[in-house]
């Protein structure tokens, strides 16, 4: 039986940068910053990741431990470079690197039916120079749909007896 | 790690005093050497130069991984003292054994009764007491002997010197003795090094008296005595070097010693622990109790633990330094054992603390990075534990304190540790294993390393991920911070309770704490950026933050600013806005404090830009601010518009520009509207807006519109329109048109818009766009200009535009599709027709005519001008031109002017394209430039000769022709070759040297067939053979010459006409028989290509030559000559001529003729059977014999058989049997059907059966 993961915050970072859902869990909410702050400095070691990543022409999604520092922050990067990062609370055990890929597949899953969305485009003017603007859309307060399956998830993981 | 005592910290090497190299006073170096010069003394530079070596090779550090056999050298005087080894008993205490000074045992020890162990006593075995002690000594020199001394003097200056030296020696073995006698008490090693200088080196003396020293002193056999003259600065490396190399087993064996008998007395001590705890002589009750033996096991671990440092055995010094912490929790576990806060427990969590530093650092030495990062946050975890049970838990600043040293002391070993060896393990994942690594591991027999990979390859413990060390510090100033708030904290209860809450709080009062987090915050920030890759440096500006927000509290506004403005620029640009909030708000503060009022401007502007509300209670604050901001104050320079550009971060309005289409033509306009919106919230609808203006891309001008609210009482309605008309660019030289003053509320209540349609064209092409559109706001002396761009994009707000259709009731019609946000203009499409006509195919050697019809079916004059491009074609021997309008060119025809043409009416040129050579597709590019002629307006004046003028109004119009071009005739010609049946002239025939000998060589028959392979008949005019003899061949006739008039006629597609042509041909011994012989004409055809109306072209000439002739050639040939007809029984005569054309063999040939009496039909009389003469080279033969037909009808000629021998004369030549000889057969053939088709190569070979004779009645 592996260690329960406690997974205090999830943010999807677009592939300009720019912030499109970040959700904590963690139980005292005042935090909620914070983990605005982890997802951005994570971005620092992703860039690292990756350019170590190209220098070998690997194609991983999962990008491993990027740093630890109350929590343990993982990063993940989707083929359309959709950046996907997961705050662990911190814990004296072996963190499975399977099980945070787990994770992190379920949430690209959760974020590309989310972005499938065709209703996100209704109102999009058809030119595609503010297709990225729809993708961060899809984060916004307007679609409920997408927040509930990243709770959903978060639910699943941090009670792996109820799944 | 200034916190800690260094003792503790340090790593520890071997101890070796050094004596002897102090430097010298001037007596010395007067009284033995006299060289006035001390400088130059080399002994002088000796000592100067060791001293250096030896100190300079090791510093005292706390990160020292490198094992290399390297000692601490500590310079002494020759009579240092140590400290006394075990203290005589105060008393007379016989019972007691002897202690040494720094026991708890001892009364005077400042660890009585009960201290563990102090720093002193690491510095007593690194200061006070070596493990050997390296003695420097000169050896005394006599002066070298006078050069002229006699035989007696002699002998009395070597007795004279013998005595001086023993005596010296002497002295010096006492020396040494005493020192010997007082290292072998501490067992310390003694060496002695003695300097001599070179000279003496050579002395034969020397072995001598080395060996009287050693034995006088009582130095010990092996590596206690060095003799060493002056040498150079690598030599003394050297020496030092091997100095040390034969030192450090004694030293070695010294620290083990300690070690030994350290683990004797722990021995001892755990088996009768409390019978052998001597009571304290002045045992009263009051006194504190003594050491406890798990404070013994801890003061005896950490003793064994610093021997095993010494003599750099780590894994060992670990092992004991682990042991000793784990002594250490169980004292700090009971509180009866180390009550807390007092002056031991301080002392023992200081030793801990060290302890714990040291194991950290030696996993370190060995890259147990998880195994150091274990030991670290378990020694953190403990210890909290431990502190809520003392009552500094995580509520007081004490334990916040103790944790941010905790991460800062482990932050700076890892600094060191990497400013040299220690390498930070990057946590990249770990690909999963493949497949052939799985089986690789499921065959290997043995498991024990790949197990570890494979539990790497599972995941990693996050809290045992080694990071650099910009992050402990970072987590040093949170922990810094926290212990600012609980310190605050505790500063509000004394003030309100007026107790003192406990002893260290004064001392925390003088504490600097935010200077102590900027300080850690600014190590990080170093760290960090060092350390990062990404060139955004997020973790910087995360730092930077922290920087300063600490700043900000610590009161220096001015550099709180400066962060903020470099961190806001990235943030905005991310578009990260929940970080810029907090941002924003202290940086406003900041803006307050410092008094800037422009910077304060901005930032509340930017506030609401970002849709930021402060106050959730109360939204209308931030607009509050900005009010009475502009209000009470002024602005520092009042003539200066303040510009507040927040095009990175959120517009304050809303804003969308829509061109209603994208594509116009001049004098037309489009329609356009630009809203601007304000959000729900917060409310923006107080600012007092003074105007409006829109720039656009062009040289339209500006439009403003002032504010009208003052006009009325009422609110604006929650859309408002202003028509701003029809706009369009000034003509050039003429003043616009003042415009009537636009007026509109310029007041945005919460989601209202402000809605300007318009219509937009110009006369002229071009793009029209509006680039910005800038706001002001007016209020007493300050005018600030807010620009907005056309279009602002909010992020994640995906807005369908909408056109404004009616503004009662309010309507608006959504914009599917691209929305156009400029406009171009074009000019009018010029109508004009262009019609190419001709009739493909293009024959070769014609001019093919193709007519460019061109018609203005505008309503405007046209002038026309047309350029052709004849492409090149990639054929060989293609050759084309184009004549067009007078000028010819193989390429292009530029400007052929059509004139102008007014509207309707229509103009047409031939262009004319010669195809020769090849046959190929040529394509034409017809251009037709169309341009108005400016009537209406005169072109303005040209500024450059060079450049067109810009707004010619010039339309284009481009056809390609593609012209297939074919032969109108196609030629195919047969040759055939006949034999000269003529005797060749004899070599010395006079005849052959007249100039127009023709020296017969056979005839060619060339037939041609023409063939009209064109779609288009043609009309041939004259068809001709142009003669054109050569030395070899020449043409005697053909059936044109004779019968022209035949072919004078319309050929049609698929017509054949056929001509025969006879060439004579001759030898020439000039030019081999190889060489081609060129044709002797060529046919000359005139045309006209016949047209579909029936008319006729032009005139053009087909030639083609006749073809290149190669008549066959032949070796030894027999022609045979008869008649086709014959009377019955009247005679005729057969000739046969053997003709010998080999070049160099002479033939022997045998003529043999068979007669069949029963079938042949003759009467033959001639040669039967015979051998001709050798025919040499060149030679012909001719045998004649007669015939009398016998037989009517087709009668066969005699058999007739021709032999040469002469091959089989040569192949018989070896074996001279004679034998019945076989010939190679020769050709024999029949002249009436000599011909030969023209390839060479086979000439048709008549066998011995050749043709009949018709014999007649």
Redo the contacts between chains.
Sequence with gaps: MPPQLRLNAVAFVSSQNHPILIRTFSQPKQDELKYHYIAHTSLDVIDERITAAGATKSTECYLGLLYVEDVAVYGYMTPLKVKIIIALELSDNVVRDIDVITISQALHTAYRRSVANPFLRLHAPSDNVTDHAVVVSAGSQKWKLFRERVDEICRAVTLPAAA | MNSYPPELLAQLAPVMFVAGLDAPNPQDASATQGTPSKQQDPFVILKHRLREALIAQRKVAIWQPEKAKVFQAVLVDTDVRFPPRKLPPAEDQQFHPLHSPLSPLTPTSPLYPDGLIAPIWIRKHTTLVPSVFVLFKRIYEHPPAPPNLSGTEHADYDREREAEERKRDTELSAEIAQRKRSTNERSIKLTAVLMASRRMLDDPALDARLTFIRRQSGLDPRAALFVLSPVTQSEIGDFVRSLQEALYEPALDYYSNHSKRVRRKRNRHSQGTTLAMPLSPLGAGNSPRPLRPEGWTVRYEHKMACFAEFRGEDEVALKHYQDAYAALLVMFGSTAILPPRTKRWAEAKVLADCVSVKICKLYLYNNEHSMAL?HH?SHMRKFSDLSRGWGIGEETFEFWSWLARQHRVFAELLEQGVRTNLKIP??????PPTAAKVAAQAAAPQRGPLEADA?R???????H?L?HPG?YY??AAQCTEQRRERFLRALDSESSQHVSLSPGFSNEKKVDHLAIALELYTRAYELFKKN????????Q??IA?RIAQTYFESGKFDMAVRFFERIAKT?RR???D??LR?LLSTWYACAQQLGDMELSVHLLLEMLGHRLVIDQDDPESVQEDLLAVLQSTVPSNPEQPLIVDLSESGPLLDTTTIFWTSDISVGESSAFQITLSAPPLPPISELPFASLSIYFADDLPPIVIHDASADDDMAPPLVQRVALGDLRPPQGGEDPVPREELRAKLRWDPGSSLILTGSLGSDLPGTLSVSKLVLTLKQNTWTVELPLQPNS?R???????QWLRSVTPIRFM?L????HSSVTIHNKPHRISVAVGHHAPAYLGEEFPIVVDVTNTDDRELEIVVDVLLHPLEVEHAVSSITFDGQSSTSLIKGVTFGTLAPGVNMSKTLLLSVEGAIGDRTLDISVQSQTTSTTAPPPPVTSPDSPPLHTDTSETLRTLVIPSVEPIKFEQTVKYRRSTKKAAGLADIATFEDDFWDDAGEAYVSTVMTCSGQSGISVESVKLVRKDGPRAKVVDCFIDTDEEDFLSEWLSGDEFCDQCRIALSRDEESSPEDLIPGPGHYEISWRRLLSDGSKGSLSTSSFSLPRLEPPTDGLIALLDIPSVAKLHSPVSMHLIVRNNRPTRSANVVVQLDLDPVTDGFIVSGLRQGRLPVLMPGAEERLTWNLIPVECGYVKIPKMKVTDRRAVIDAQLPNASGGKAEGEDVAVVDVRMDVQPGDGASAVVYGPRTGTILVLP
């Design positions: 274990a946050n990057k946590h990249l994942p770990v690909p539990l390859a599972l995941g990693l413990n996050p809290t991920a990071q992050f970072y987590m990062s890759a990404s060139q955004q440096g997020r973790q500006l995360w933050y943030y991310e578009k990260w929940a970080m907090p994009p992020l994640g707000l995906v807005r369908e535009p959504p599917p599709g691209e929305v």
